[in-house]
């Protein structure tokens, strides 16, 4: 179980919309979060891997590289 604290307004928004719709706010709230959690996920594995290349211990490719390991070179 998880319980948040909301601005008053989003709160607001919140509940006119779920009494608009005939859904619970806990519906919306849901549906946001698993919205959301992929970006964040990939905002974090992206900051992550760019901390570890910096550091040295992760390398990257070249683009043209990874084209002709594949076979599409121009």
Do not use: C, F, N
């Amino acid at each position: 179980m998880l319980a948040i604290r909301l601005p008053s307004e989003i709160e607001d928004r919140l509940e006119a919309l779920a009494k608009a719709t005939g859904r619970t706010k806990t519906y919306y709230a849901r549906q946001a979060i698993l919205e959301y959690i992929d970006d964040l996920e990939d905002v974090y594995l992206a900051e992550k891997r760019l901390e570890e290349i910096r550091k040295g211990s992760k390398k990257t490719i070249s683009l043209e590289d990874v084209m002709k390991r594949h076979g599409m070179e121009d």
